[in-house]
């Protein structure tokens, strides 16, 4: 029986093997449903679905200066173009392991004048010179028996999939750190308007207070007491105004711009904090990037136990090769022709020190590295999409109730100030009532700040508005 059909048998039945166990991905343990969700809303098996586009969902806040910010970092975010090079490096990478899946054709030439010695074995006696020219070919095809370059490719091409992960959560984290820090800047501005506002009626109270000094009705420790609410307010300024350029300088450093080039004017606006619905949170978490690439470095993990299991088998490689030599005269003749054509077989390596078997066992702790590292991301994906609905639940209710507490110590700060004029009461109370005032005005602005944050943080944690 002849050698080819043999080689091609075995070619064709052994083409579709593959040495890397079936891959499932781990089941994780998923709830019926949110449990910090106001509306609890079924839960299916998730299928990543990463690839879908998250659309401007900032533009809920409707904050022209947030929208030109978000473009600006699309555009200039050093951290978004790293991402991005990191997934064409991947593809590349991907484009390379498939090559080996096709025949390797090459071309070469060499042209030259040769002297050989006469000294040379087998040699006549006399010294000759000749011209050496050589024009040919190869063509090499390994023969994928055991899945070793198959297995190879779908690793590559899941890291490159993982990686094309990699950069829409980089995206959509670079998108809600802007929207975050800008949530922060706008709440400094609202503070900083704050501490102005309460720094003039803290000046009309202490001049109040010195023209009643003046006139003998009070003592200096009014004067003394009122003057350390205005100094205390004034440093108050100081110290929002340091917090606001650090907060301005990180926006700066996210959309790719240098700090000292770099300014948003201050502005005084309401806190709009736009719902972000949770009604199906499979089909929202199924949107989290980070999910979808640790599942494809999985697959790509399973893929590499196969390649390690290839190499305990045989190798076989196909070649061809041919062209044309001569010494002198015409090149490209019958007579000046040359080939060859054969199978080269890597037969099996009989001890190698326990190379092999170690290279199965790395891959199989990989892949057992990366099962946890998926389910860890699984849980960390619940545990972030919890916190931020129980924040934006919380946060609603407090907001509420804080902004009752900020109008009644208003209302008292007003009242203690007209009992000191009347002669009711001394500064003491009026100190003590403009003091909480300021208090519960400035936490009013923060638990504002940080519901416009909750609700940046809850479309990061569903990977995305599902509204977009």
Not at 47 to 60: E, I, K, M, N
Not at 90 to 100: C, G, V
Not at 306 to 335: C, D, E, K
């Amino acid at each position: 029986m002849r050698a080819e059909p043999l080689i091609a048998m075995t070619a064709l039945l052994l083409g579709g093997c593959s040495m890397a166990p079936a891959y499932r991905p781990p089941a994780a343990a998923v709830p019926p449903a949110f449990k910090e969700a106001a509306a609890p809303a079924g839960w299916t098996a998730a299928t990543p679905l990463d690839g879908q586009p998250r659309g401007h969902w900032w533009s809920a806040f409707g904050d022209p200066v947030l929208d030109d910010l978000e473009a600006r970092a699309e555009r200039a975010s050093p951290t978004l173009a790293d991402a991005l090079a990191r997934y064409d490096a991947a593809r590349a990478e991907a484009r390379i392991d498939q090559s080996a899946l096709s025949p390797q054709i090459s071309v070469s030439g060499q042209a030259g004048r040769q002297r050989v010695s006469a000294e040379r074995p087998l040699s006549q006696g006399t010294a000759v010179t000749y011209d050496n020219v050589v024009l040919g070919g190869t063509l090499g095809y390994e023969v994928d028996l055991w899945g070793r370059i198959r297995d190879s490719v779908r690793a590559s091409r899941a890291e490159a999939a993982a990686s094309g992960a990699d950069l829409a959560s980089a995206r959509l984290s670079l998108q809600a750190a802007v929207a975050d820090a800008y949530a922060r800047l706008r709440g400094l501005d609202a503070q900083a308007d704050l501490l102005h506002r309460s720094a003039e009626a803290f000046g009309r109270a202490y001049d109040l207070t010195v023209t009643r000094h003046d006139g003998g009705v009070v003592s200096g420790i009014d004067v003394n007491r009122a003057r350390t609410v205005l100094a205390n307010a004034r440093a108050q300024i100081s110290a929002v105004a340091n917090m606001r350029a650090a907060t301005e300088h990180e926006i700066a450093v996210l959309t790719g711009q240098v700090a000292s080039d770099f300014a948003i004017p201050a502005r005084v606006q309401p806190q709009v904090v736009p719902p972000v619905p949770a009604a199906t949170p499979s089909e929202l978490l199924q949107r989290r990037p980070d999910i979808a690439a640790a599942e494809r470095r999985l697959y790509a993990a399973n893929a590499r136990i196969g390649v390690a299991r290839a190499a305990f088998f045989p190798s076989l490689t196909l070649g061809l090769s041919g062209g044309w030599q001569s010494t002198h005269g015409s090149l490209l003749t019958a007579p000046n022709s040359f080939w060859g054509l054969g199978p080269v077989a890597s037969l099996l390596t009989l001890f190698d020190g326990g190379r092999r078997h170690a290279q199965v066992r790395l891959s199989r702790a990989q892949y057992d590295g990366m099962t946890a590292a998926y389910r860890a991301t699984v849980i960390t994906a619940f545990r972030q999409a919890e916190d931020a609905l129980a924040a934006n639940r919380y946060l609603a209710a407090q907001a509420v109730d804080q902004r009752d507490a900020a109008q009644a110590a208003a209302k008292t700060s007003d009242l203690a100030l007209t009992r000191y004029r009347d002669g009711a009461s001394d500064y003491l109370e009026v100190v003590t009532a403009q003091t909480a005032a300021l208090d519960a005005q400035r936490t009013l602005i923060g638990v504002e700040t940080d519901r416009m944050r909750a609700s940046i943080a809850l479309v990061k944690a569903l990977g995305g508005s599902p509204a977009t």
